[in-house]
């Protein structure tokens, strides 16, 4: 099964070659094109848990290290993608050296691909199944799915990525993938608008991924990950930093980190992602949710060797994380459209992920991603399960009671909301946690303790904005016998009550899985405290470094016993603040929401102002349309267009002008000086010709007597001379 | 077949003057009522022109170096011979001059309504006369047909053009024959220096010493530089192009032959040419007005080949022949600031456009620009970058300007504010120009990232800070293209857009081959990169010695002489 | 007074006359016939310059030449008797000279003629075609 890991991107991309391309000339119907498109999906999960199944069991245990499938009996094997000749070192021990610069196209398997791959089939093909049902009766519904499986090709292409050129490739080619998706709807100037967005801000986060890149081979003379990690952890090609140290090591991190910002939607580049949801829901919850949006992650702790040697940049990457996710959470507790808050609840979970990372604790990063995967596409799915009953009706203040007309979407969508508050047993519990606690106790960063209370401000406003949204959409009275259709392509009039009904088996079953994943995932990282093994950071062991440890003697038993005792009493009280907190939170949200609304009002009418500046989300959109993109690039962009017709072709404009002007001074000159000359030869030849011609009198008797004249004379003279 | 054996059936001569033969044809065989013949014989024979040019595939890349060589006396009292030859590099320009050439052939088919003979005529001249500059091993031949296709351009722009025409052709020839007559001093120059110098025995030796490395174990190649400098030697004049890169290559106990502030001159020379032609920033005005005027198949030609003859002979003249001058600080200075100029320059002004073609064309001069950078950070890894996006730019830019062609061809306006929500109703185009843009803007996956990733990993290399300001293109690229794409494909259908019909078969056809380069080149681009791996890296060895000899020996086939006896090759 | 002159006169004029006379009567040299043929040749010239009608002016020149015949008879006889040539070279060039003029004269009267037919006139003051 290892052999053919190279199947597991190939499936997806075939299927989207295939339908991209003949979906319409074959009028293929609905049903071909779901078959197509989901079993490609599913053979590519088949295939991946296979392929994990045999790498955990034979090939680590014997070969104990990532498989690359560029391998002797791997295919394809040795495929030189890029030959670029010869490169050089130009940092480091090594610098100076030659070396060929030849990129290879092989896929790697190793413990953190293996999560990865798991996570991106699984929640995609459920995801691929739901949008049979939800995209039906649309008319490009096989562009949808070929762009859908370009998607999870490109997603597996970044995870399965053995060097950074090829996940750069994936990188970019999830980015065009989001593009075509969010704007599926492009006859919608918005989506057109978002789309385009999106990309963009990609863009710039990809400009530091790529100078990154750039640096991390001018350094080690390889993009390849194993290489690179190998090489990264001695000193003498990256030289540790401390703490407010800046060195090579934080520029690479730095740029790494940029990209990651952009993919991953932190502050600053995550303004795409809310707009992101003008795409259909399947889309958001396959790529802004559980997949692309998560890249950024995987990217980090991939080259967690170059952060952990840069503690200054991981103090930023925790920072900022921290920081997106109270900012998003923000605005989370004051928007009316559903997907937008899951959209904003998106990206502070992210920066629940890069807090992680910043930490060290790389391993709770991923298992978080892991989660959220779950739950977050569990809840997209379910809110599309809910526009779509309500015909594309994404405002919550008109929805409202569907828990009594949508059973499994309501249920489902509980186990969702209890796993993303972190309710203990439920997945998200364990992960969230295991991510507050090595936040507070870690030694890598200063700060661990102040980044943790924010930490836990956060996940106290997550709990708030997300019981909000279930109680606006599922509790409380129905809302939408009011209102008409307020979606963004359909007017409808008022539907009575009894028009929404649960959704189709189609939809309803892809829920139901993803609710059983989002209540027992959280199980392989039973964390230590609790008695568990916490399996999930031990599989991921291989492939974070950790510094401290490998100087250190493996200290066994004793030392750490005691320590560990003593964590653990801190863990138990974090561990039970967190839930105090959520609970607590929950309770209030839903008692304000539901029964004391004066009591809500009144508090917002208290914090008028704050309310505002969220709902407006901060106006950050509009300071970077109005200051980057309005005053900087298309003022400069104006400026530039103005100099260059003014002052540029001014000049090559105004040197024709000035050789016309020399031109007509020639020409002033050539016909006044110059032809003067000329013709005062011409004048002075008709002067003598004006004189000699007297002589022509055509009378022939003159011409004898000239003749005898001059005869004579001539004689005369002869004979005078000649005395 | 091997190339000497194609040499011998002389395939470049037939490459270059096939076209010619059909203009002859066209112009005495038909008459000019008879447009729909004139048509089917044009793409015919521009066809029939494109297939010898396969035969070029042959090229040995092991061996590298100058191949499919004829030698033919023409001038003898000036020492000019009609001697052609193509390495790597020209293989791949030449190919992508055919191919464009049909493409350009096959775009006019409905475009041009009147004086079809004279356009096609016209056509077919232009394409010899960008053949002949890029196979030409003789500085006085590759003047020649340098001047040659200025003329079928300016009438090309300016009798099928669009309002502005006429003021865009004679910019576009003045413009251009300035630079010209400006390399043709520097060109003279260097003839009249050549015996002088090689007439001294150290210095022909170190001469000769340069020609081995530079052909390796080519010998024909070595022959024909030994046949110059014998000529040199007597005191007679030659204008081989590789005698006097060799000549530039060469080094006597450590100094190079031609002395700096000469070599300073001669680049100014070949600079001012080349520049204009690239164009480079501030000589890049005629481009937009000269690709907005000209018809469809006057952009494709002009942005798909007629740019790369300025980058081309950058890499052929001043690089190799003028190696001190290249990487005199201020000059790479200089070079540098003017392609970053370009690049992000370009882009801005792009980004202003309300004309379709004006922004494509700007967009040009921002790959371009790219280009250059890459050329001038003198090592293997951008140079190979900067040859193969002179391929993609070919590719990408004019599949660009036929898709404006399409629309322009269906509603007569170049506005951009004139289209809108044109998916719907033009599916299959909006497909091909999503396809391309994202090969102009980079996408992984597309040729377009391959050359730019290779130039810019290659400039970081040089210089961190020009990468930064250079890898700020992509961000901006994808700023005006997806805007561009935006503005015309999404949205709203606009009332009169509303009947514009999806592409012909007859559009199909020529952007398929496009499309399919693009990917190919994007998902395989081994095989086009191998063309021109070796050349590339002669170049870099004779502008930067021992950055890449090590390539070069493993390589194999590979160089074996040393460029100068007293010159040691450490890498430095 | 005037008796004298009248007697001188008259002696002046009776000698001229003897003298003339006698001259008559002496052998003649080859200066009278120089002098002949210088006073032909005179008429000729003048007639050539002065005269109005183009046939008198042929006849003019006819007799130019023929002046120039005499002078070369004249010294031919001249340079024999004196023994210092034995041929008649002289007559030689006479016949030349009559034979070009004759043929000179056939082509000029041809000329004549066609002048004649367009002009209608044979004054030469009125052929003046040639004025500036």
Sequence with gaps: MLKMIWLIPALPFLSALFLGIFGRTMKLSERTISWIACGSVFLSLVLSVGAVYEFATSYWPTHGRPYLSSEAGGFPHSFTWVPGGEARVIFGPEAGKTVPLRIEWSYQLDQLSAVMILVVTFVGFWIHVFSIGYMRGDGGFYRFFAQMNLFMFMMLVLVMASNFLMMFVGWEGVGLCSYLLIGYYFHWNYAAYASKKAFIVNRVGDFGFLLAMFAIFSLFGTLHFTEVMELARSDAYLPSESFGAWGLASWIALGLFIGATGKSAQIPLYVWLPDAMAGPTPVSALIHAATMVTAGVYMVTRANVIFQKSPTMMFVIALVGVATAIWAASMGFTQTDIKKVLAYSTISQLGYMFLACGVGAFAAGIFHLYTHAFFKALMFLGAGSVIIALHHEMDMRRMGGLARFMPVTYRTFLVGWLAICGIPLFSGFFSKDEILWRTFSTDVIPGGRWLWMLGFLGAGMTAFYMTRLVALTFWGDPRFVVAGGSGTTHGHEAHAIHGVRESPRVMTIPLIVLAIGAAISGFVGWPKSLGGTNRFERWLEPVIWHPAQEDAVPAKLSGMEASVAEHHVAEYLLMLASVALAVGVMYTCATLYLRRRDRLEAIVRAIRPLYVASANKYWVDEFYEGVFVRRLVLGLSWFSWRADARGVDGGVNGSAVMTVFWSKVSGWFDLYVVDFLVNAIGAMTKLFSTLFRIAQTGFAQNYALVITTGLFLLTALYLILSW | ?572 | MSGDMLGWALQETTSLVSRFLEGLAAPKGVVDFLVLSFMLFAIGVLGVLSRRNILIIFMSIELILNAANLNFVAFTRYWQAMGRISENMGHVFVIFIIVVAAAEAVIGLGILIALYRNRRTVAIDEINLLKW
Excluded at chain 2, 291 to 298: D, L, S, V
Excluded at chain 2, 543 to 563: D, Q
Aim: charged fraction near 15%; aromatic fraction near 14%.
């Design chain 2, 1 to 572: 077949m091997s190339p000497e054996r194609l040499a011998e059936y002389h395939l470049l001569s037939i490459i270059t003057w096939l076209p010619v033969l059909g203009a002859l044809i066209l112009i005495f065989f038909f008459h000019r009522e008879r447009k729909h013949a004139i048509r089917v014989f044009a793409n015919v024979w521009a066809i029939l022109s494109f297939l010898p040019s396969l035969g070029l595939l042959a090229y040995d890349r092991r061996l590298g170096g100058i191949q499919f060589i004829e030698d033919i006396e023409w001038i003898p009292q000036i020492g000019a011979r009609y001697q052609l030859g193509v390495d790597g590099i020209s293989v791949v320009l030449v190919l992508l001059t055919t191919l464009i050439g049909v493409i350009a052939v096959a775009c006019s088919w409905g475009f041009i309504q009147e004086r079809v003979k004279e356009y096609y005529v016209v056509l077919l001249l232009l394409q010899t006369g960008i053949i002949g500059v890029f196979v030409s091993m003789d500085m006085f031949l590759f003047y020649v047909f340098w001047e040659v296709m200025l003329v079928p351009m300016y009438f090309l722009i300016g009798v099928w053009g669009s309002e502005n025409r006429l003021y865009a052709a004679i910019k576009f020839f003045i413009y251009t024959l300035f630079g010209s007559v400006v390399m043709l001093l520097a060109i003279l120059k260097l003839y009249f220096i050549f015996p002088d110098y090689v007439k001294q025995p150290e210095v022909q030796r170190a001469v000769l010493q340069a020609a081995r490395f530079i052909s390796g174990e080519n010998e024909p190649m070595y022959r024909m530089i030994e046949s110059a400098v014998q000529l040199g030697a007597q005191g007679r004049g030659t204008f081989n192009i590789m005698a006097m890169q060799a000549l530039g290559t060469a080094r006597v106990g450590g100094a190079p032959v031609i002395p700096l502030t000469l070599q300073l001159w001669l680049f100014a020379g070949f600079f001012l040419s080349f520049a204009i032609k690239v164009p480079m920033f501030p000589f890049h005005t005629w481009l937009p007005d000269a690709h907005t005027e000209a018809p469809t198949a006057g952009s494709v030609i002009l942005a798909g080949i007629l740019l790369k003859l300025g980058t081309y002979g950058f890499v052929r003249f001043n690089l190799p022949i003028l190696p001190d001058a290249s990487r005199d600080s201020r000059v790479v200075a200089i070079m540098a600031f003017l392609a970053i100029m370009g690049i992000v320059y370009g882009a801005l002004v792009a980004m202003a456009q309300r004309d379709w073609k004006r922004l494509v064309a700007y967009s040009s001069i921002s790959h371009m620009g790219m280009i250059m950078l890459g050329i001038f950070a003198f090592n293997p890894s951008s140079l190979n970058g900067a040859v193969l996006q002179m391929i993609n730019h070919g590719i990408s830019t004019s599949a660009l300007f036929l898709i404006v062609g399409v629309v322009y061809e269906r509603h007569h306006t170049r506005l951009i504010n004139d289209y809108r929500g044109l998916s719907h109703v033009m599916p299959g185009f909006a497909a091909v120009f999503m396809i391309m843009t994202m090969s102009s803007i980079g996408l992984p996956m597309l040729n377009g990232f391959i050359g730019e990733f290779l130039i810019l990993r290659g400039v970081f290399e040089e210089n961190r800070l020009w990468a930064a300001f250079a890898a700020t293109g992509i961000v901006l690229g994808a700023g005006y293209m997806l805007w561009l794409y935006q503005r015309t494909m999404y949205g709203e259908v606009k009332e009169d857009n509303r009947h514009l019909p999806d592409l012909y078969p007859r559009e199909w056809a020529y952007f398929l081959p496009l499309v399919i380069l693009a990917f190919w080149i994007g998902i395989y681009p081994k095989p086009f990169l191998s063309y021109f791996e070796k050349p590339v890296a002669v170049v870099v060895e004779q502008v930067r010695p021992g950055y890449a000899k090590g390539f070069l020996e493993r390589a194999g086939g590979g160089s074996l002489g040393r460029v100068s006896a007293s010159h040691e090759l450490t890498s430095r």
